[in-house]
């Protein structure tokens, strides 16, 4: 993935150990963007953190989330914890690029529900 981001222009890049590490990073930082592994433990548990976080720079940034295998519960929680994009594994970076360019150039609104 850093390659395809170094490829892509991208000037920094933070990288998260575990989902814990992660989570800090989101909240001490706010990353234009956040890509995240369904199939890494607590994958789907750190989108729907990111998405009840009391700030709601972190509660709306764009999130894709990367899955290795398309199955249709997968998905449904996928779209129910509020990832924007969902990116299939292995991808290029053509296929990030559209996702990045389909998150930054769609006006899509940030919906917020009481769960």
Request: proline share 4%.
């Amino acid at each position: 993935m850093r390659r395809a981001f170094t490829t892509l222009g991208v000037p920094k890049i933070l990288e998260a150990g575990d989902t814990t590490d992660a989570l800090e990073k989101v909240r001490t930082r706010t990353p234009d963007l956040v890509i995240s592994e369904y199939e890494i433990a607590g994958g789907l548990e750190f989108l729907q953190d990111v998405r009840r976080n009391e700030a709601s720079a972190v509660r709306a940034l764009p999130v894709i989330m990367t899955i290795g295998a398309l199955k249709a519960q997968r998905i449904r929680d996928i779209c129910d914890a509020g990832a924007h994009e969902i990116l299939v594994t292995p991808f290029s970076a053509s296929a990030l690029t559209r996702h990045i360019v389909g998150i930054f150039t769609e006006q899509r609104k940030h919906v917020e529900t009481p769960t």
